[in-house]
């Protein structure tokens, strides 16, 4: 079993984090994270004053539990044993130099169609016009891997033109021999996607070190301390 871990850290570098990004990504964490906003349409967006990170993933994939893992906040994203109950975006300001974007869960079989048009208008809109969007988060489930669910979000990123990189989650139900196959079979998936980043983090919202290499990597887009919070951001870096 420790050998399967050795060779997934050696496959997929982002778990093994640079000290000095862990604690960059340890201390952005650690400064207080709080609800600012929730749209449900687009005239309600926040106006864009923070580089954001989106998280976006279906139903039950595990987004309300990492984003409170990864602020060490139990409740900042309400949790729910009721797939689909996040039906709008939430704005999360973490500490004045990030947004943590929570976009509403896709695939929810029950959800009504008119329900499902209208958040994927809002998503498609929030996509194409959010110049302080960084990268998007796509969690997938471990146990799954990318399903066909994922394939309508994951075209909509490569045609906004989004950077996105692929978050596995509940690594914690899986050994680590399954979990090299399906972090393998997921990395010649993104082979085809013309906006998927090449890495992909191993997390669990319960345990595992993923938490730490995640909040590094997400570190590297924050603002600096020095720079001010109000600035109107534009563009997007390369
Ligand atoms: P969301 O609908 O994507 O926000 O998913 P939730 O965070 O509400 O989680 C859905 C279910 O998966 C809940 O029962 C959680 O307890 C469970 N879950 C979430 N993250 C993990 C994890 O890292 N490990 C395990 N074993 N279960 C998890």
């Not at 989004?162 to 997921?186: F, M, N, P």
């Amino acid at each position: 079993m420790a050998e399967a871990r050795e060779i997934l850290t050696e496959i997929f570098p982002p778990q093994v984090i640079d000290s000095d990004l862990a604690e960059v990504g340890r201390r952005l964490f650690a400064r207080e994270a709080r609800f600012v906003a929730g749209a449900s349409e687009a005239s309600a967006l926040l106006h864009d004053t923070l580089p954001e990170i989106a998280f976006a993933g279906r139903s039950n994939v595990g987004k309300s539990s990492l984003l409170n893992a990864l602020t060490g906040r139990r409740a900042l994203a309400r949790t729910s044993n009721t797939p689909g109950r996040t039906r709008q975006i939430n704005f999360f300001d973490l500490g004045a130099r990030l947004m943590l974007v929570d976009l509403p869960g896709y695939g929810y079989a029950e959800a009504p169609k008119t329900e499902v048009r209208r958040w994927t208008a809002l998503l498609r809109g929030y996509l194409r016009t959010r110049t302080a969007l960084r990268r998007v988060c796509l969690l997938v489930d471990s146990r799954r891997g990318i399903t066909e669910i994922d394939h309508p979000m994951m075209q909509m990123l490569d045609a906004s033109g989004v950077s996105y990189q692929i978050v596995l989650t509940k690594t914690d139900k899986l050994g680590a021999c399954e979990l090299a196959l399906v972090a393998e079979r997921t990395a010649a998936e993104l082979v085809a996607h013309a906006a998927a980043h090449p890495e992909i983090h191993l997390t669990s919202a319960f345990k595992g070190p993923g938490i730490a290499a995640l909040r590094a990597t997400l570190g590297s887009f924050a603002l600096a301390a020095e720079e001010p919070s109000t600035v109107v951001l534009r563009g997007r870096p390369q």
